[in-house]
């Protein structure tokens, strides 16, 4: 069974920066396509970043240029690097594992909070 555990989020001020973990168990990292989602109170988690096995990333226009999506195939984790933050970004982050099936593993979720 597949474990997906996120960590990394809490409050940031506007403008600043903020690096979210996601840590699997019980699979390989790099076997999978993995993403980043966030869901805003009373709207569907949308996908805002995710990486293909073969190395490529995709990111929503809402984060693109602003956030980056990592791999370390060593810690069995991906990151979500989110700089230059917003009061617009502030939604509950999920990392999912196999993104592309229809069996997807999610981790319990991260606040992000941007308020001054």
């Known amino acids: 069974q597949v474990q997906v555990v996120e960590s990394g989020g809490g409050l940031v001020q506007p403008g600043g920066s903020l690096t979210l973990s996601c840590v699997i168990s019980?699979?390989?990292?790099?076997?999978?396509?993995m993403g980043w989602y966030r869901q805003f109170p009373g709207k569907q988690r949308e996908l805002i970043a995710s990486?293909?096995?073969?190395?490529?990333?995709r990111y929503s226009d809402s984060v693109k240029g602003r956030f980056t999506m990592s791999r370390d195939n060593a810690k069995n984790a991906v990151y979500l690097q989110m700089a230059n933050l917003e009061p617009e970004d502030t939604a509950v982050y999920y990392c999912?594992?196999?993104?592309?099936?229809?069996?997807?593993?999610w981790g319990q979720g991260t606040q992000v909070t941007v308020s001054s």
């Open positions: 019980g699979g390989v990292v790099s076997d999978y396509g």
């Open positions: 999912a594992a196999n993104i592309f099936s229809a069996r997807k593993y």
């Open positions: 990486f293909a096995g073969a190395g490529s990333t």
